[in-house]
């Protein structure tokens, strides 16, 4: 081989190589940046601290994220991207409405056990809240995440079997989420009172109250089950 083609060859290998390097580690920052805000909060949590927990240094956060805010949003951007790619062949592999309905507040309910999770995205909803300067870029910019994610992909995903589409507005994504968010927040609050059976059973009327006027369904009372019994 002519020693122009090794070397250009040597060359890709090299960028290839530290491609691959820059990926892992903007992926151990978001993971370490995940882990500081859930335990900090976003006010207090530290860039520094984001960096050593990444054993990474300051100057290798900002070769992958401007600031904090960057940080943030890149892991909901994240958060969106792993529930589109388990919700998609999981919700277009069942026959009816009915059963992705279920197969969708099921999922939901196990998001609400995540704990970091759970906090930060409660976080992101109250800085926004306490930065009324930045509040209307944030929620426009969670909104275009929902929009995006269809909490996530309803319209497709839940469409009726007749072949029509439901047509999910962004108010149906918002009231779904926050009702996600209380009951989420309440069950790590008293896990005993609203265990995650308490918890899926809510999800499950959400969602059919949801689709229900939307669609126009008529669901058999068996398709929500009855409400848990108290221990």
């Known amino acids: 081989m002519p020693d122009s083609k090794k070397t250009a060859v040597a060359q890709s290998e090299l960028a290839a190589r530290k491609q691959r390097r820059g990926r892992l580690t903007r992926q151990k920052l978001l993971r370490a940046a995940r882990v500081i805000f859930a335990r900090d909060g976003f006010e207090h949590a530290r860039l520094e601290d984001i960096a050593a927990n990444a054993g990474k240094s300051r100057g290798a956060f ?4 401007k600031n904090k805010e960057d940080v943030f949003c ?13 919700l998609g062949p999981l919700l277009f592999g069942l026959p009816t409405l009915e059963q992705r309905i279920v197969a969708l507040s099921e999922y939901l309910s196990e998001l609400s056990k995540d704990r970091e999770r ?14 009324p300067r930045k509040r209307k870029r944030l929620a426009d910019l969670y909104a275009l995440m929902c929009v995006r994610c269809e909490i996530p992909n309803l319209g497709r995903s839940l469409q009726r079997l007749d072949g029509a589409e439901a047509t999910t507005e962004l108010m149906d994504s918002l009231a779904i989420g926050a009702i996600m968010d209380g009951l989420a927040l309440n069950h790590l609050f008293n896990p005993e009172a609203l265990d995650n059976e308490e918890v899926a059973y809510y999800l499950k009327l959400c969602l059919q109250g949801t689709f229900e006027s939307t669609l126009r369904l008529e669901v058999e009372p068996a398709f929500i089950g009855k409400r848990p019994e108290s221990q």
Do not use: C, G, Q
Not at 62 to 65: K, P, R
Not at 74 to 86: G, P, S
């Open 118 to 131: 759970t906090l930060l995205n409660l976080e992101f909803k109250l800085y926004a809240i306490r930065h």
């Open 74 to 86: 890149a892991i909901f951007e994240e958060n969106i991207d792993l529930d589109l790619a388990a």
């Open 62 to 65: 900002y070769d992958n994220f």
